[in-house]
């Protein structure tokens, strides 16, 4: 059974850091692409971060560019997102998810992900 378990999620002051994990079982994380996502009440889930199978390239969305950087530990089975000088626009649920394809090229499209973790909350109070 394959599982994904996001966790770091927090409250934190608007200027502070906070790093999620994603740990993997029941599938091999070096064969899937990765990416983070988050998603806010009323609104659809959005692109955050993403990352190829070896972690060579990686792909981030304009808000978060300069801020978080996303990375992977293959033999750990785990994906990160440490996340710098946060906002409070950054305030969300985060989820990580896996992506069979985005061989060359992380993938944007929640709908090219296969399988997905439950959520961890990141809020930022200003």
């Known amino acids: 059974q394959v599982q994904l378990v996001e966790s770091g999620g927090g409250l934190v002051q608007a200027g502070g850091s906070l790093r999620l994990s994603c740990a993997a079982s029941?599938?091999?994380?070096?064969?899937?692409?990765m990416g983070w996502f988050r998603q806010v009440p009323g609104k659809e889930r959005e692109f955050v971060a993403g990352?190829?199978?070896?972690?060579?390239?990686?792909l981030y969305a304009d808000s978060v560019k300069g801020r978080f950087t996303i990375s992977r530990d293959n033999a750990k089975n785990t994906v990160y997102l440490q996340m710098n000088s946060l906002k409070p626009e950054d305030t969300a649920v985060y989820y990580c998810?896996?992506?069979?394809?985005?061989?060359?090229?992380?993938?944007?499209?929640?709908?090219?992900?296969?399988?997905w973790g439950q959520g961890t909350q990141v809020t930022v109070s200003s």
């Open positions: 029941g599938l091999t994380l070096s064969t899937y692409a």
């Open positions: 998810a896996a992506d069979r394809g985005g061989v060359l090229y992380p993938r944007t499209a929640s709908l090219y992900y296969d399988n």
């Open positions: 990352i190829i199978r070896s972690g060579s390239t990686t």
